[in-house]
Every structure is written in structure tokens, then in C-alpha cells.
């Protein structure tokens, strides 16, 4: 409960600090509506900030549960190989998800979401944005990632006891890399 007391006290302090900043910059009381609309646009910068934020902070939380899904298929594999293999299996997941940072990281994010902004026209993959180069938004990456990273993960039960490790690395990096950004981009 005090928490919330302060939470308000702190806003209702915010708001009298930006009433008090808005009448000061127009003159006080007798230039009313230049003071309200400087009060309206302050609060609507700081409401703008609050919701990219709050975006921000769904994105990260989102992506943490897209990537608990690694260790759900590293659990299904686990129980699907033979008693020996478990190690491997394990291991061949954790690469996973490095190879797909590395691929994602470098070229991916590039591929799928570069330069789609900038442009009226569809092209085959992105253009710019390699190596997160001029990326604003860590948060999607992150996102985006996880799920690149998820569907990398998915082939790896049907490739357990079958692939050396340095293929699948290959696999990995490769898919989502490449295949996952440009059926993204599309």
C-alpha cells in the first residue's frame, strides 16, 4: 500500500512541477490557453514514452517465454534419444541457439526486417541493418530472435543420433540466417 501512496504523491508532484514549468513559460494565469497547451503536450510526450516502454518491456517478456520453448525441445529430445546420446543432444541444443544469435545477429535481422521501412516497393530480402547497424529497437530483435531461434530448434529432435555437430551448426546458422528472414520478409 505505501508504495502506491508514493507511486501517486510522486505523479501529482510530476504534474505540478509541469503545471507550474507551463505557467511560468506563458505568464502566468492570464495566458490560459497557451499554458493548457503546453501542460497537453508535455503530458502527451511523457504518455508516449510510458507506452513505448511498456512495448518494449511485452517484447522482452514475450521473447523470454518464445525462448523457453529451446528448453522445451531440449527436453523432448532429451527423452528421445538414447541414454548415451543425452549429452549430445543437449550440447547440439545450447549450439543451437549461438549458431541462430550469430546467423540472426550478422545477417538475419537484416534479410527479414532491413530497409522495409525506407522503401514503397516489395523486395526479395532486406538491404541494410547488417550487424544491428542503425537498429532503435534492441527489443523486437530480441523477439524476432527468439522465434528465428525457436524455429531452428524444432528440426533438432528428428536430427538427434543422425547429424555430426558441426552440420548442424551449419543447419542452424544457416536457417536462421537466411530461410526464417526471408519467409519473414515476405
Not at 508516449?48 to 523457453?68: G, M, P, V
Not at 549430445?88 to 538475419?108: E, I, P, R, W
Request: net charge negative; aromatic share 16%; charged share 15%.
Amino acid at each position: 500500500m505505501p508504495k502506491s501512496i508514493s507511486y501517486s504523491t510522486a505523479s501529482m508532484s510530476n504534474l505540478s512541477n509541469l503545471f507550474d514549468e507551463c505557467l511560468e513559460l506563458y505568464g502566468g494565469e492570464e495566458n490560459n490557453d497557451a499554458s493548457l497547451r503546453c501542460i497537453t503536450e508535455k503530458l502527451q510526450v511523457e504518455i508516449e514514452a510510458s507506452r513505448w516502454d511498456t512495448n518494449k518491456w511485452f517484447l522482452i517478456y514475450s521473447a523470454a517465454l518464445i525462448f523457453f520453448m529451446q528448453a522445451g525441445f531440449a527436453m523432448l529430445c532429451a527423452g528421445s534419444v538414447r541414454m548415451k546420446n543425452v549429452q549430445n543432444t543437449m550440447l547440439k541444443n545450447l549450439l543451437d541457439a549461438c549458431g541462430a544469435a550469430l546467423g540472426f545477429f550478422s545477417v538475419g535481422y537484416a534479410f527479414a526486417f532491413g530497409g522495409q521501412f525506407d522503401r514503397d516497393d516489395t523486395t526479395f530480402i532486406g538491404s541494410t541493418n547488417f550487424f544491428m547497424m542503425n537498429v532503435d529497437n534492441e527489443s523486437y530483435w530480441l523477439f524476432q530472435f527468439a522465434f528465428a531461434a525457436t524455429a531452428a530448434t524444432i528440426v533438432a529432435g528428428t536430427l538427434a543420433e543422425r547429424c555430426q555437430m558441426i552440420a548442424y551448426l551449419c543447419y542452424s546458422v544457416l536457417l536462421t540466417g537466411f530461410v526464417y528472414p526471408v519467409v519473414a520478409h515476405s
